[in-house]
């Protein structure tokens, strides 16, 4: 070994693992705009619009604050998100219920080093999820689902892996409005998750990130049917807009308290508390008021109709893709059409990802990134590269009670509708 070289010592778990799938784009993306080349960045999920003007205000009153705050979060906030809980879902939470962290990705991480048991991911998935289980070394179960339910997870499927080992432990993730899909479970769905999450004793740790993005702005938590067993995760991160201040929840019942606690102590020892000045800021967020309602009804507003036109878009062309019902996401499936794809040397879904980021410029990611078969030509997109405080400032302007039609997005969305209209020129090339 040459003089000054260290021999690499690396943890098995980590040895060869690649840095997140969703921020290697991002940073591909960046590389390549860099160049001078034109790109289109459909890959990272980072929300397009501003944080909302009551937050910024008092992040910038509370600017000031410096000192360590409680482990488990400020009283005021955790008293806050409590409240939103109370307010939205009618479920009986206190703020000692809810653990606040540096985004809600690292106390996922957490959760997963602290509990003993099985960790259960139905497929597609958003990328991360499987990757922090085998940093910490635990087991997890696919469980795959059909695209003919829009990709969403059945009692039937859950109750079919349970009833093989009725005892064992498990966490099962449920995430919605669904991240790669945009789909979301419907109150009937949810009812019978939860009949089936009691019947085994399962944790359910429900990400609903996204769910203040579900176009009618009716998301339901299936904490409603099955509290005693649902930690609740979010953060400001989709629905404010607010990604990089890194500020994450978890909702937990009086059940789980032990579990909340072990976490607690492992926060003590990793992060120590999450910054001071983004916690007194995010009390005004989760407190809600007019100010934020009008934000997020046209937030929602926004983003239903650029689903609805990108959906049809892929639908003319051949592509199979389920329709949202909230986000900012789609997961078209180009398997119609792969006769042809493959006669033009693509095999698979990373081939594909790399063939439209060659010849249109347009970033996506492949299935395969969340937890769908390599061969598979499912891609996840993102439709986000557009100006969100500008095309805010635009809806206000144009009655509530009407739609977006196709104008406002050409003016206020063209890079999202320009990177859809190349995707489908090049499919007809």
């Keep these: 070994m040459p003089n000054g070289q260290h021999e690499v010592h690396l943890n098995l778990n980590v040895r060869g693992l690649p840095v997140s799938a969703t921020l290697g784009i991002n940073e591909q993306s960046n590389k390549l705009l860099a160049e001078g080349k034109q790109v289109f960045k459909l890959g990272l999920g980072q929300s397009p619009f501003p944080v909302p003007a009551p937050v910024v205000r008092e992040l910038q009153t509370n600017a000031h604050q410096k000192d360590y705050l409680p482990v488990k979060g400020l009283p005021a906030l955790?008293?806050?998100?409590?409240?939103?809980?109370?307010?939205?879902?009618?479920?009986?939470?206190?703020?000692?219920?809810?653990?606040?962290?540096?985004?809600?990705?690292?106390l996922m991480f957490i959760l997963q080093l602290v509990y003993y048991g099985d960790l259960v991911i139905p497929t597609p998935s958003w990328v991360s999820y499987a990757p922090q289980a085998h940093i910490i070394g635990r087991h997890v179960r696919w469980l795959q689902t059909q695209e003919e339910n829009n990709w969403l997870l059945t009692s039937s499927e859950l109750e079919k892996l349970c009833a093989k080992d009725p005892t064992k432990p498990r966490i099962v993730i449920l995430n919605y409005p669904n991240n790669p899909t945009g789909c979301s479970y419907s109150?009937?769905?949810?009812?019978?998750?939860?009949?089936?999450?009691?019947?085994?004793?399962?944790?359910?740790?429900?990400?609903?990130i996204y769910g203040e993005l579900n176009y009618q702005g009716n998301h339901q938590s299936i904490a409603r049917y099955y509290p005693e067993g649902t930690i609740i995760a979010s953060g400001l991160s989709k629905w404010a807009g607010a990604g990089g201040w890194r500020l994450?929840?978890?909702?937990?019942?009086?059940?789980?308290?032990?579990?909340?606690?072990?976490?607690?102590?492992?926060?003590?020892?990793?992060?120590?508390?999450?910054?001071?000045?983004?916690?007194?800021?995010?009390?005004?967020?989760?407190?809600?008021?007019?100010?934020?309602?009008?934000?997020l009804m046209q937030s929602r507003r926004i983003l239903r109709s650029m689903s609805g036109w990108i959906w049809q878009s892929?639908?003319?062309?051949?592509?199979?893709?389920?329709?949202?019902?909230?986000?900012?996401?789609?997961?078209p499936d180009f398997e119609p059409l792969r006769p042809q794809l493959e006669a033009r040397g693509i095999m698979n879904s990373e081939q594909l990802c790399q063939r439209l980021l060659d010849e249109t410029g347009v970033a996506m990611l492949p299935g395969s990134c969340f937890g769908r078969p390599e061969?598979?030509?499912?891609?996840?997109?993102?439709?986000?590269?557009?100006?969100?405080?500008?095309?805010?400032?635009?809806?206000?302007?144009?009655?509530?009670?009407?739609?977006?039609?196709?104008?406002?997005?050409?003016?206020?969305?063209?890079?999202?509708?320009?990177?859809?209209?190349?995707?489908?020129?090049?499919?007809?090339?």
């Excluded at 635009?394 to 890079?415: H, V």
């Design 314 to 331: 892929l639908s003319d062309a051949g592509v199979k893709v389920a329709r949202p019902d909230g986000a900012f996401y789609m997961l």
């Design 187 to 208: 109150a009937e769905q949810l009812q019978e998750l939860a009949e089936t999450a009691r019947k085994y004793k399962i944790i359910l740790l429900s990400d609903e």
């Design 375 to 429: 061969q598979e030509l499912t891609v996840r997109l993102a439709f986000v590269d557009f100006d969100g405080a500008r095309s805010l400032a635009a809806a206000e302007q144009i009655p509530a009670d009407q739609e977006l039609n196709d104008d406002f997005l050409r003016q206020y969305c063209e890079k999202v509708l320009t990177a859809i209209d190349r995707v489908c020129a090049w499919l007809q090339g």
């Design 78 to 106: 955790c008293d806050a998100v409590a409240g939103y809980y109370r307010r939205t879902q009618g479920l009986s939470l206190r703020g000692e219920d809810i653990l606040i962290g540096p985004g809600s990705k690292e």
């Design 248 to 295: 994450g929840t978890f909702a937990f019942p009086a059940e789980l308290d032990w579990l909340l606690d072990a976490m607690a102590v492992v926060a003590s020892e990793t992060f120590t508390s999450t910054s001071a000045p983004i916690q007194y800021a995010a009390v005004s967020a989760f407190k809600g008021g007019d100010e934020l309602e009008y934000y």
